[in-house]
């Protein structure tokens, strides 16, 4: 893994984590106690988790997150790991057949073992959204983060990710996007759709409507551009002095923001955040659960210098897949007899994004301004998996 510390904290505002989790068929009436003496049994299934966290407004939320959300995802994974093991999960946990159909309805909705897993994810995103939310009341504290976890399990592996942190597969011939970022502009129609079930999120203060520009007064009476939450295309309507109050969803790339507060529309935290000098809370605005992508090694032949990178929005805002996965290829292939190449390409990203100072500024080779962001990257080699 490789890191960067912009210093915008004095604690990094990028979090991490890594571990192996056991899971393990809950018995019911088991202590506490008596699980943690049967830790090293053969009776649970291994999975292997990393996770990267971007925290916003301080380090807190992404410390957080990186301390609980693996406990969550152990937590809900042994809830369901009696359907996980079997080919088709059962309708009833317990296996018990209410109804001879049942297993035809599970077969109909095309229900498999990784959804669950899927499901699992979901639900661990949800709890330890809430358990950030209770910790910085009780601390009095603000701020969020985005989360980025990846889960190999069963052969399979899962990509949660909530936020704009990337994660990509750079295998032998091709790149597989395995996250995509979610931020206003990506999520502008789930916004605007909520603006206009509940408009009195917006307090009077904003315009669910998107315009390709700020309105100005001149602009009443004539007709613009605008976007509405049905709509993926544009089309004209008259502007009317309503029109002339902020956009819900406003800039365009890196500036776009949420309430003109936040650049991202899913993460955990921001229970407190509130629309500065208003009472509008931007937290039923943001989602904190994450899309899960799947890739099942069983049908791909994986090679030696096949990995999976994940890194935070530092590293995405100055390289492209493309360029990633060049340097990718290139470091693994001139240092193959490295034991350390893995971690040491990490670093390698990490430098490349961050450029060189010259000056007062920070640069790239190509003369392009580097990230100012906090870097995190995570190199994980996929061949032989099934070794420590």
Same mark, same amino acid.
């Given at each position: 893994?490789?890191?960067?510390?912009?210093?915008?904290?004095?604690?990094?505002?990028?979090?991490?984590?890594?571990?192996?989790?056991?899971?393990?068929?809950?018995?019911?009436?088991?202590?506490?106690?008596?699980?943690?003496?049967?830790?090293?049994?053969?009776?649970?299934?291994?999975?292997?988790?990393?996770?990267?966290?971007?925290?916003?407004?301080?380090?807190?939320?992404?410390?957080?997150?990186?301390?609980?959300?693996?406990?969550?995802?152990?937590?809900?994974?042994?809830?369901?790991? *009696?359907?996980? =093991?079997?080919?088709?999960? $059962?309708?009833? !946990?317990? &296996?018990?057949? @209410?109804?001879?159909?049942?297993?035809?309805?599970?077969?109909?909705?095309?229900?498999?073992?990784?959804?669950?897993?899927?499901?699992?994810?979901?639900?661990?995103?949800?709890?330890?959204?809430?358990?950030?939310?209770?910790?910085?009341?009780?601390?009095?504290?603000?701020?969020?983060?985005?989360?980025?976890?990846?889960?190999?399990?069963?052969?399979?592996?899962?990509?949660?990710?909530?936020?704009?942190?990337?994660?990509?597969?750079?295998?032998?011939?091709?790149?597989?996007?395995?996250?995509?970022?979610?931020?206003?502009?990506?999520?502008?129609?789930?916004?605007?759709?909520?603006?206009?079930?509940?408009?009195?999120?917006?307090? *009077?203060?904003? =315009?669910?409507?998107?315009? $390709?520009?700020? !309105?100005? &007064?001149?602009? @009443?009476?004539?007709?613009?551009?605008?976007?509405?939450?049905?709509?993926?295309?544009?089309?004209?309507?008259?502007?009317?002095?309503?029109?002339?109050?902020?956009?819900?969803?406003?800039?365009?790339?890196?500036?776009?923001?949420?309430?003109?507060?936040?650049?991202?529309?899913?993460?955990?935290?921001?229970?407190?955040?509130?629309?500065?000098?208003?009472?509008?809370?931007?937290?039923?605005?943001?989602?904190?659960?994450?899309?899960?992508?799947?890739?099942?090694?069983?049908?791909?032949?994986?090679?030696?210098?096949?990995?999976?990178?994940?890194?935070?929005?530092?590293?995405?805002?100055?390289?492209?897949?493309?360029?990633?996965?060049?340097?990718?290829?290139?470091?693994?292939?001139?240092?193959?007899?490295?034991?350390?190449?893995?971690?040491?390409?990490?670093?390698?990203?990490?430098?490349?994004?961050?450029?060189?100072?010259?000056?007062?500024?920070?640069?790239?080779?190509?003369?392009?301004?580097?990230?100012?962001?906090?870097?995190?990257?995570?190199?994980?080699?996929?061949?032989?998996?099934?070794?420590?």
């Amino acid at each position: 893994m490789g890191v960067i510390n912009a210093e915008k904290s004095e604690f990094n505002e990028d979090q991490a984590a890594c571990c192996q989790i056991s899971v393990r068929r809950r018995e019911p009436g088991l202590e506490e106690d008596e699980e943690w003496l049967i830790l090293c049994s053969t009776q649970f299934l291994t999975g292997y988790y990393w996770a990267l966290f971007d925290g916003h407004g301080g380090p807190e939320a992404a410390i957080i997150a990186s301390n609980y959300l693996h406990y969550c995802i152990k937590q809900k994974l042994e809830e369901v790991v *009696g359907a996980v =093991t079997e080919a088709s999960p $059962p309708m009833h !946990l317990s &296996g018990r057949c @209410v109804c001879d159909s049942d297993p035809q309805f599970v077969e109909e909705k095309h229900i498999r073992a990784e959804d669950l897993v899927v499901g699992a994810l979901e639900n661990a995103f949800q709890e330890c959204d809430e358990v950030i939310g209770q910790e910085m009341e009780a601390t009095n504290q603000t701020g969020g983060c985005t989360a980025l976890a990846a889960l190999y399990f069963q052969g399979k592996l899962y990509v949660a990710n909530a936020g704009d942190s990337r994660a990509i597969l750079v295998l032998k011939d091709s790149v597989v996007p395995m996250s995509c970022e979610f931020t206003p502009e990506t999520e502008r129609q789930r916004i605007q759709h909520l603006a206009f079930l509940f408009p009195s999120l917006l307090d *009077g203060e904003f =315009t669910r409507f998107e315009f $390709p520009r700020r !309105l100005k &007064g001149d602009d @009443v009476g004539q007709k613009v551009l605008y976007r509405d939450y049905f709509m993926e295309g544009w089309g004209y309507k008259t502007v009317e002095k309503a029109d002339l109050k902020y956009p819900l969803v406003h800039g365009h790339g890196k500036q776009a923001r949420l309430l003109g507060t936040l650049a991202v529309s899913r993460g955990l935290g921001d229970h407190q955040l509130k629309v500065i000098d208003t009472n509008i809370e931007v937290k039923p605005f943001l989602s904190c659960i994450p899309k899960v992508n799947v890739f099942d090694f069983t049908l791909h032949d994986i090679k030696e210098d096949d990995v999976l990178i994940m890194a935070t929005d530092g590293l995405w805002d100055v390289l492209c897949n493309k360029e990633v996965a060049h340097m990718v290829r290139s470091f693994l292939a001139e240092n193959r007899t490295d034991p350390h190449r893995f971690s040491e390409l990490a670093k390698c990203l990490v430098c490349r994004a961050r450029g060189k100072k010259r000056d007062h500024q920070w640069m790239l080779d190509d003369g392009h301004e580097a990230s100012y962001d906090d870097i995190s990257v995570f190199v994980i080699p996929l061949h032989n998996r099934g070794e420590d």
